[in-house]
């Protein structure tokens, strides 16, 4: 077995090391300042595009699509470890790359199934960083955990599509540059295959009868950095029907198109947000002293780092072993894999987060450190793209399967 990186990935980990030294680290105060002086919070700060700039200008620039015509053209090995650094800094680096979701899903979702019309129109400017979108699935009515029980409508009047429905925590969509959304809905509500009746089709903001109600927080935070979470409510909006992503049924299918990718990736990032982690606790273990002896020589303290770093290296080898199956056997072949990592990555990645607050008293639930916000992030993974609990059944069943 050969764990190495090949030749390209080692230069783009290189390039892409020194851009978070050099740029991310030093610009996230800036855009903390910056955003604060800003007649809208959730306007973006002049540093993160000064960074999205940089960052296109060395050829950092949507690493994440392995589609060579659009994106680098990287597999998910060669992209793992990338995403993995962009996660130190998750509120500022995947955007400064153009590599943050929901845009990267819907990338993929355009590349993939647009039409030529819907290509030039929104994903060149979404691969170009001139807008934001949205993915507009989740709802309050409903467990939206089982796609199927959306009930947003999408009915078709002549050459349009009429969306009447109301969706929740829609990421990205209290940004100002947000100009499209993703939206799944049910074109066939009685259909006789459940996995049949959903569909999508691409909505602009700005089409009468499309509100962005509110913002919702997550642990507090409004996180104005990703474009925050809305509510969005979609009151007889009318687009044309050339605006269907795909064929009519299709949208359950393209969903688990999407989501497949998109749940690999959050995990590598996850894996950044350990360690940066453990490189916070280890700085404050050897700088602080309590009780006679540093933090550093209190035995509990040494063990939280000690299984902190088993924990990582266990995870990031489950999550390469992933991005190598997916791309020799396809997402389909890996989805044992990519159900595991999901179970199993921010899970763990809470627990350390969990430590490094308490090692740092105080300051870890401050703003003066990163730690609060990272947490937030991390235990909201355990419900976004699927709660642990879905991928927990389907993946037990699989077990079962093989037993029946």
């Not at 597999?75 to 680096?93: D, V």
């Not at 947000?273 to 303290?301: D, H, N, P, W, Y």
């Amino acid at each position: 077995m050969d764990f190495a990186f090949d030749a390209r990935t080692e230069e783009l980990r290189a390039r892409l090391l020194a851009f978070m030294d050099e740029h991310v680290y030093p610009a996230e105060a800036v855009a903390e300042e910056q955003r604060a002086a800003l007649a809208s919070p959730w306007d973006t700060p002049a540093v993160v595009e000064e960074l999205k700039a940089e960052a296109r200008r060395q050829g950092l620039w949507n690493l994440f699509l392995p589609d060579a015509e659009h994106g680098a053209g990287l597999t998910n090995l060669q992209y793992a470890p990338l995403a993995e650094i962009t996660g130190r800094s998750p509120h500022l680096a995947p955007t400064a790359t153009n590599c943050a979701a929901p845009d990267t899903g819907n990338m993929e979702v355009l590349a993939q199934f647009g039409t030529d019309e819907q290509k030039k129109r929104w994903l060149e400017p979404l691969l170009a960083g001139e807008i934001r979108s949205a993915f507009a699935m989740t709802e309050p009515e409903v467990a939206s955990s089982d796609a199927t029980n959306i009930t947003t409508h999408i009915e078709r009047d002549g050459d349009e599509y009429v969306i009447t429905g109301r969706k929740w925590y829609i990421s990205g969509a209290m940004n100002p540059d947000c100009a499209i959304f993703i939206v799944m809905g049910k074109t066939d509500p009685d259909g006789s295959d459940i996995r049949r009746q959903q569909s999508m089709v691409l909505v602009p903001r700005d089409t009468p009868g499309v509100t962005v109600r509110r913002a919702m927080q997550v642990f507090g935070y409004e996180d104005h950095s990703h474009g925050g979470h809305a509510e969005v409510v979609f009151d007889h909006a009318r687009v044309p029907v050339s605006h269907l992503v795909g064929e009519e049924g299709g949208g359950f299918a393209i969903a688990q198109a999407r989501l497949g990718p998109g749940r690999i990736h959050h995990c590598m990032r996850l894996i950044g947000m350990a360690e940066r982690a453990i490189e916070l606790m280890c700085r404050r273990a050897v700088s602080r002293t309590a009780f006679g002896k540093t933090l550093a020589q209190q035995g509990a303290v040494q063990n939280w780092i000690a299984d902190a770093r088993v924990t990582v290296e266990q995870l990031r080898l489950l999550v390469l072993k992933t991005a190598w199956l997916m791309d020799t056997v396809g997402n389909k072949g890996a989805h044992t894999e990519i159900q595991a990592i999901k179970i199993a990555t921010p899970r763990a990645v809470v627990g350390i987060l969990d430590r490094a607050i308490q090692l740092h008293g105080a300051g870890g639930v401050s703003q003066d450190f990163p730690l609060a916000e990272l947490y937030a992030s991390a235990r909201t993974l355990m419900l976004a793209d699927g709660p642990d609990e879905v991928h927990q059944r389907s993946l037990a069943r699989r077990e079962l399967k093989k037993y029946l």
